[in-house]
């Protein structure tokens, strides 16, 4: 009877499998495209397990956007230097998040960053670079050490007027976090999230194989130069080969340096693995700032943490034991 019983079992779950199928859907959600893709047994299911992504993705927004008049980090911003802002436990905890990356990374990650004079400018419009003076004037009012956390008023504090805060290097990644396990506690068994580079990714294809994630070469967009499965894993693709300047035949990134207000030189584009597309966003820009050697040290650290960066002049570093880990 117990043999039966499984045999039964495996049977009924055999055709759940074999009649589940992908749905995808494409959006643009804080002021991105997100692509969404889920595992259903039919089209009525996933479209209502994308909707409903989309609508946490959507409330997620509404609490980090600094461009929403509304938001509580627009309130925390306006508030800078007044008084302390009383915000949600998620927000909270996503700022003391922020706070440890940046004492992870020396700083190279800050979310005050949003402090920061927009001085340099890659749409071609700027002649030369920036004076010392400016440059050094820019980042007068940046530094995740000042931001004030009140954990049992649950309040957060800028202590100087002009001071900002603003999630746009681990907002999308969080978000796709935030959907990913929603739709995990609703019993979808696999899908991705990819907000824009940032892919957070859960179960298997329908057919039972992996999920395959396309590295773009950042020297040849219309190409990838790695194609690798990837299962209940994130991966974060940062580059600067869109957004850059050319001084004397030296390459300024759109990615800014928050301690010193230069832009990152030497590398076109951050691949990183990581267990959280929220980590995996942060870590990508740090990298950035921090450099190949010292970008390499710090993921080589990290448990289950991975990366490729490619270089100015083409070639590729990879942390240790990439090929040999379960992405």
């Known amino acids: 009877m117990k043999k039966l019983s499984t045999f039964l079992i495996g049977l009924i779950l055999a055709n759940v499998l074999h009649s589940q199928e992908v749905y995808q859907r494409t959006t643009k959600l804080m002021g991105s495209r997100f ?24 409330r997620i927004e509404k609490i980090i956007s600094s461009w929403d008049p509304n938001s509580q980090t627009s309130e925390i911003n306006n508030n800078a230097g007044i008084q302390p802002v009383q915000v949600d436990q998620e927000l909270l905890e996503l700022v003391e998040r922020s706070i440890y990356i940046s004492k992870l990374t020396d700083g190279a ?17 700027m002649p030369q670079i920036p004076k ?4 050094k004037t ?21 202590p100087e007027s002009g001071m900002k805060i603003g999630f ?3 907002g999308k990644g969080y978000a ?25 990714t859960w179960g298997k294809q329908p057919d039972g194989k992996q999920w395959q994630v396309a590295i773009t070469n950042p020297l040849n967009k219309s190409k990838a130069f790695a194609r690798l499965p990837i299962s209940d894993r994130a991966v974060v693709t940062s580059g600067n080969y869109e957004k850059y300047v050319t001084f004397r035949g030296k390459r300024y990134s759109h990615i800014i340096d928050p301690r010193t207000g230069y832009p990152s030189t030497g590398i ?5 693995f990581a267990p959280k597309a929220e980590l995996a966003d942060a870590l990508a820009t740090s990298i950035f700032v921090m450099g190949t050697e010292v970008g390499i040290h710090l993921i080589n650290q990290l448990k289950d943490v991975a990366c490729i960066i490619v270089k100015d002049d083409g070639s590729m570093i990879y942390s240790n034991h990439l090929e040999k880990r379960k992405i």
Do not use: C, H, P
């Open 35 to 58: 692509d969404f893709t889920v595992v259903a047994n039919s089209e009525e299911l996933g479209n209502k397990y994308i909707t409903i992504a989309i609508e946490e993705i959507s």
């Open 176 to 200: 796709a976090d935030k959907a990913k396990a929603l739709l995990q506690s609703k019993g979808v068994v696999a899908g991705i999230i990819n907000a824009s580079g940032d892919m957070n």
């Open 132 to 135: 010392e003076k400016e440059i």
């Open 168 to 170: 746009g290097a681990i």
């Open 138 to 158: 820019s980042v007068r009012k940046v530094g995740y050490t000042k931001i004030q956390i009140d954990t049992e008023r649950s309040t957060i504090f800028l």
């Open 268 to 272: 076109v584009s951050v691949t990183v």
């Open 109 to 125: 990650f800050d979310i005050s960053y949003a402090s920061v004079d927009r001085i340099w400018r890659f749409d071609g419009s």
